[in-house]
């Protein structure tokens, strides 16, 4: 009997949750296990966790200082690359542009991370995890029109 893959949405979604997982769910359980890895090794070195926790209190300068920013930068590309492969990887129609939300998703968010000691929005110091946030969503929104714009043209 032949193992059906999963629906897209449901490898996504596996993904965000975890990078890796996704990944396990199509299957590809070395590549699961590298996104795995990579993930902890790039949360513990850049102190992720402790940034969570500090901002989910509203303790937004205990999280900028618990934050090792120079690992912590590979975490949008290396977050958003796992949930676009495992996308790519799941079951249902292929398109060739898929990647772009996720591009630029990462890019908007590794900028949000880089101004987040700084910036403020209506005085709003956002820190972290939660400027990052924000950031990812005018990325995801611009790569979905590009996504869009591009499939379009093509059909």
Not at 101 to 127: D, E, H, K, R
């Amino acid at each position: 009997m032949a193992v059906k893959k999963p629906k897209k949405h449901e490898a996504l979604f596996w993904s965000i949750a975890m990078p890796g997982l996704g990944q396990f769910l199509n299957g590809k359980l070395i590549k699961g296990f590298v996104f795995l890895l990579l993930e902890f090794v790039v949360n513990v070195q850049g102190h992720l966790n402790m940034a969570i926790i500090h901002s989910f209190k509203g303790n937004i300068k205990a999280a900028i200082q618990a934050t090792d920013y120079q690992w912590l930068m590979f975490y949008p590309c290396l977050y958003m690359f796992a949930m676009w492969d495992a996308y790519r990887d799941a079951d249902g129609e292929k398109n060739d542009y898929s990647y772009l939300p996720f591009v630029f998703g990462a890019f908007t968010s590794t900028v949000g991370l880089m101004q987040s000691s700084t910036l403020q929005l209506s005085g709003i110091l956002f820190g972290p995890v939660f400027l990052p946030m924000l950031f990812l969503l005018p990325g995801l929104l611009l790569g979905g029109i590009l996504f869009l714009y591009l499939s379009r043209r093509e059909a």
